[in-house]
């Protein structure tokens, strides 16, 4: 949503954090100047891999932060700019009746606990190791 776009790129106007409903208005209106405003460049990036997040998750946790909006954490497992985990906030807003993303960030392991309730509600399952059908062997472990 709209709204939370300043959130998700953790927009600042002037050095200091923007306020999203001035940001925004700002923002569209004809030929807005926004040499003004900048960026986190690592939430920027990553802002794209949110669907793939949301659709195939790691693991679905409760929100165990208490400043942070959202009820549902979706996790997913990176090894990307330094940080191992991708967090995406999402909360049902009630208007559209919809699950909505509140904020997305890259985190470190050691900082999940702060960030997502245990156990969590869905974990993937592991890929089984499947060996390759009879015949389809590489040359070295045919059978003879």
């Not at 891999?49 to 165990?64: E, L, M, Q, T, V």
């Not at 009746?97 to 470190?108: A, G, I, Y």
Request: aromatic share 10%; proline share 6%.
């Amino acid at each position: 949503m709209d709204y939370n776009f300043p959130k998700l790129v953790q927009l600042k106007f002037r050095g200091n954090k923007a306020r999203a409903q001035r940001a925004i208005a700002h923002l569209r209106a004809h030929n807005p100047d926004e040499s003004e405003y900048e960026c986190d460049s690592n939430r920027f990036s990553t802002l794209f891999w949110i669907p793939d997040i949301i659709i195939d998750p790691d693991s679905i946790h409760d929100n165990a932060h208490g400043t942070i909006e959202g009820d549902i954490v979706y996790v997913k497992r990176y090894a990307k700019a330094g940080s191992d985990f991708k967090l995406v906030f999402t909360t049902v807003d009630e208007e559209l009746n919809q699950r909505v993303v509140t904020t997305s960030f890259l985190s470190q392991e050691n900082r999940l606990g702060q960030f997502v309730k245990t156990p969590a509600r869905w974990v993937r399952k592991p890929k089984r190791e499947q060996s390759p059908p009879e015949g389809n062997l590489p040359f070295t472990e045919q059978k003879k």
